[in-house]
């Protein structure tokens, strides 16, 4: 359902996801994409949000990664239950997504 608050000077339409750490609501694409595969594997999503499943969406920092995995919302989202190994791995690679989504820092 759309909300009747008005858009301030945006001239697309941009699909807003709530950061499952902050609860702060971002573009999409700003976030990055946890998916649940219907394998069952939890995995970070590619920067095109191309792999199927049932998605989370996380502010690209850590702080945010860890404040889903405090609050368990990431399993609740997702509904899976990670283990301690499963949650590292999935962290390991929103990190090293973290660092290949940020070019700009090598451009100095
Ligand atoms: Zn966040």
């Known amino acids: 359902m759309a909300t009747p608050e008005k858009a301030p000077a945006d001239r697309k339409k941009v699909p807003l996801r709530a950061c499952i750490g902050c609860r702060v609501s971002k573009p999409k694409m700003e976030l990055v994409r946890i998916v649940r595969t219907p394998e069952g594997q939890v995995l970070v999503d590619t920067p095109k949000g191309k792999l199927n499943g049932r998605g989370a969406y996380i502010c690209p920092q850590v702080v945010c990664f860890d404040l889903a995995i405090k609050k368990r919302a990431l399993n609740h989202v997702l509904k899976v ?10 962290k390991d690679g929103f990190i090293k997504r973290l660092i290949s989504a940020a070019p700009e820092m090598t451009n100095r």
């Open 81 to 90: 239950t990670m283990t301690a190994e499963e949650t590292n791995a999935v």
